[in-house]
């Protein structure tokens, strides 16, 4: 069975979103279609065909979480060893052209926020590092060209 790294945080987050749309989203919408349903002549109803959409979103939603927790493999960061790049690993880069330093968090794609610093693991930069040391470097080509980061730290 295939298992999907993430970390305590991202799997909380998974949750508190699945309960949000099971306890919110999903009655709310059954009364808008129940109120659309209302007006009468459904093959000309905005609002029916708008609210049978957003149900179809939120139903797909509602099985992705679900699927993604039921083979979700915890990772806590804490316990990453801090001897190569991986999967829930923190690290410090330098961009070797701009020698701008910066710090990621190595996360799965459904946790990745470039604001908060972290990157999924398949994302060009963090699939570049991950297996990396400090002090080697990774190289990927990004749309702007090439680009290399020296690992400086793996916090």
Request: overall charge negative; charged content about 30%; hydrophobic content about 40%.
């Amino acid at each position: 069975m295939e298992q999907i790294p993430i970390t305590k945080q991202g799997y909380e987050a998974l949750k508190q979103e699945l309960a949000r749309l099971k306890r919110e989203e999903r009655p709310a919408n059954i009364k808008a279609i129940e109120t659309a349903r209302a007006h009468g002549d459904l093959s000309e109803n905005a609002e029916y065909h708008a609210a049978k959409e957003r149900q179809s979103f939120l139903e797909g939603r509602i099985g992705e979480i679900s699927y993604k927790l039921g083979v979700a493999k915890v990772i806590d960061p804490d316990s990453v060893p801090k001897d190569v790049v991986r999967f829930a690993s923190r690290v410090l880069v330098e961009n070797l052209d701009s020698e701008e330093q910066v710090e990621y968090m190595i996360v799965g794609p459904d946790e990745a926020d470039i604001k908060l610093g972290k990157i999924s693991v398949s994302s060009p930069l963090g699939s570049a590092l991950i297996g990396k040391r400090a002090g080697d470097e990774a190289m990927l080509q990004a749309p702007g060209g090439k680009r290399i980061y020296e690992i400086i730290d793996i916090l």
